[in-house]
């Protein structure tokens, strides 16, 4: 009995050391997660900062010798200019965001909380365009595009409308689980009180969901900021290029014909300021909404 009494402890204290050690295992391997993975953007700002003939070098140097913002200076005035370029693209990301938010709000709503005939067997073929990649798609689309009255190619709201499609089925996923989520019994509240269906939306609902619409938001947002090949298909006016058009342009305006690879990840590191400020101050809504939406 002495002896049993005495290996308790020392279970107890030996589990205790094992736990701190797990511990710090976990961390370490986190830790180099995150430098792994923070690496390929730090040496982009470093290569941003570079002289031209630095960002050349052959073989390359992963830190600058010489700090200049000659990179940023020549893309600023780059054919249309960078400002013209950036409207394009903050206008069409903010088109998607309405856009997606004006179709998936009311449709996850009525597919959560409205007797609908068959609407599990609807949902299930609104998600089925997830299966199907939208490049597969972009030639038809351009061609009733073109063919409309008001022909939606070269503009940002036709670029939008294509943006807002590849984005529809996840939003809606999305939206329709979080209204789902939301307890009954604040609907029936609402109800009994005299409130119609669009009152308890206003004002039961949305407020329940904030989390799963900036999710929404921020999930429409990058898709629409980083699109290139959609961008390709329906823009051919310069004016109209959004940023990752004028990369694509930008990276072969050596004089032989190669990559100016300043200039280039000088419009890298300005494309990745809006997503990660943007995801840095919604950080908080964008992990709840995600649970929120994709676990019942």
Sequence with gaps: MTAVT???PLARAWSRVWAGRNRYLVGAVCLAIGVFMLMPIVFSVFASVKTRAESAAVPPTYFPHEISLDNFARLWSYQAGLPTYLGNSFATAFLTIAFTLLLTIPAGYALARFPIPRKEF?????????????????????????????????TLVGLAILHTAIQLPFSLYIMRNSFESVPRELEEAALTDGASSLQALRSIFLPAVVPAIVTVMLFAFVTSWNEFLGALVLLSRASTFTLPLILATARAETSLGGTDWGMLQAGITIAMIPCIGIYLLLQKYYVSGFTQGALK
């Design 122 to 154: 609807i949902f299930v073929f609104l998600l089925l365009a997830l299966i199907i990649p939208y490049q597969a798609l972009l030639t038809p689309i351009f061609l009733m595009f073109a063919s409309l009255p008001i022909k939606l190619t070269n």
């Design 6 to 8: 005495m290996r308790r």
